[in-house]
Structure formats: structure tokens, C-alpha cells
T-cell receptor, first 117, second 112 residues
Framework: DTEVTQTPKHLVMGMTNKKSLKCEQH?????MYWYKQKAKKPPELMFV???????INESVPSRFSPECPNSSLLNLHLHALQPEDSALYLC????????????????FGPGTRLTVL | GQQVMQIPQYQHVQEGEDFTTYCNSS?????IQWYKQRPGGHPVFLIQ?????EVKKQKRLTFQFGEAKKNSSLHITATQTTDVGTYFC????????????FGKGTTLSVSS
């Protein structure tokens, strides 16, 4: 099973709303990632968790707040977003973050398409 | 910062023609991965290259990693309409815990 699931598939929210994106994997992977992808652009890394600890934060605004409750789950809490935050939010996982200086293969979920009004 | 350059940005071919996309880095990569993203879909892992000069094949797809580990290519022979999508290379540099750096992608369209 190489599946990463994400909910919801689509989300529309106002700038004053609070919402959460969820990601789940049951492959025993210990590294999990959040990416943001705008149309016709590559995925941009936001956060990386390794063994449930935040390993990388790519200077993401505080209106995005990640959480890793356990090794299978990854959440992204959203608050006071801006219209420019509208994008496809992708979750990915890998067995480990890296080994021997090499990044491990990442398996992406289908994404949550977020629209901020 | 470190960047992975990818060209061309777009490529249109007739079905049956070949297609190649190229990635280049100014500094040595530890490894490079290739992903395919279909329209409306999410990136799907294709392959990882680690060794200098490595060549790997998957049916009509041939992946190469340069001798200096600074460039890579993906070549598709005799394209089919199912090859449509955006192909991303993503590299890692020799730093523990460094995540992938994606190229901008090459979007392939195929007409029959």
C-alpha cells in the first residue's frame, strides 16, 4: 500500500475562518511533508516532520500551523488566510527524510484544493 | 540558494515523436528524482538516480544522470497520448536532512 490520503479534497474558506487539512499514511513512513502548489508551478516545500518532530520550516507565515499528532497523521491548521494562499496543498511521506545524504522517495497524496475568498 | 533548472518549460509533439526534458544544477547533486503530474493530479514518483553516469530505463522512458552529477535528462521514445502531463525533476544536495528541490517542470502535450 503506497497510499497517502488527504481530506478534504476541496475547501472554500473566508479570510476569518479557521480550518484544518488532514493527511494520513499507513506505510510506516517516519517523514511527512506539506507542499503548496500554485497552477503551472512546481510544489513548494512548506514543512517537514521527521519522527514526529518539525525538521524543516521554510519560513512559512504563522497563519499556517502544522501538527503531527502521531507517525501516521499530519495536519495543517489554517487561520486568517489571504486570497493568495489559494492553491493545491499536497501532503507527502517517505520512509525517512534522508539516508547517506540522499533524500528518500516521496509519495504524494491527491491534495486539497483550497480557495480563500 | 540552490536551484535546479529545467528546460523546456513546454513541449508539444505529435504522437510517435520523441521527447526529452533536461535538468541542470550549478552544484553537485546527491541524487535526483523524477516525478510525473497528470493534469488535475498529483506528482507521482517515477525514478531516483544516485550514481554518476547512471542510466535507467522504464519501458519507453530513459533517465540519465550526468557524470558530474550536475545534470539529468528524461527521454521518452515514441510518445503516446498517455504521456501527457508535467514532468518534474527534483534534486537533493549533500546535506543531511535536506529536502527535495524541484525544477519548474516541463509540460508535455501530445496530439494524435
Amino acid at each position: 500500500d503506497t497510499e497517502v490520503t488527504q481530506t478534504p479534497k476541496h475547501l472554500v474558506m473566508g479570510m476569518t475562518n479557521k480550518k484544518s487539512l488532514k493527511c494520513e499514511q499507513h506505510m510506516g513512513h517516519r517523514a511527512m511533508y506539506w507542499y503548496k502548489q500554485k497552477a503551472k508551478k512546481p510544489p513548494e516545500l512548506m514543512f517537514v516532520y521527521s519522527y514526529e518532530k518539525l525538521s524543516i520550516n521554510e519560513s512559512v507565515p504563522s497563519r499556517f500551523s502544522p501538527e503531527c499528532p502521531n507517525s501516521s497523521l499530519l495536519n495543517l491548521h489554517l487561520h486568517a488566510l489571504q486570497p493568495e494562499d489559494s492553491a493545491l496543498y499536497l501532503c507527502a511521506s517517505s520512509q525517512v527524510l534522508s539516508f547517506g545524504g540522499r533524500t528518500d522517495t516521496q509519495y504524494f497524496g491527491p491534495g486539497t484544493r483550497l480557495t480563500v475568498l | 540558494g540552490q536551484q535546479v533548472m529545467q528546460i523546456p518549460q513546454y513541449q508539444h509533439v505529435q504522437e510517435g515523436e520523441d521527447f526529452t526534458t533536461y535538468c541542470n544544477s550549478s552544484t553537485t547533486l546527491s541524487n535526483i528524482q523524477w516525478y510525473k503530474q497528470r493534469p488535475g493530479g498529483h506528482p507521482v514518483f517515477l525514478i531516483q538516480l544516485v550514481k554518476s553516469g547512471e542510466v535507467k530505463k522504464q519501458k519507453r522512458l530513459t533517465f540519465q544522470f550526468g557524470e558530474a552529477k550536475k545534470n539529468s535528462s528524461l527521454h521518452i521514445t515514441a510518445t503516446q497520448t498517455t504521456d501527457v502531463g508535467t514532468y518534474f525533476c527534483a534534486g537533493t544536495y549533500n546535506q543531511a536532512g535536506t529536502a527535495l528541490i524541484f525544477g519548474k517542470g516541463t509540460t508535455l502535450s501530445v496530439s494524435s
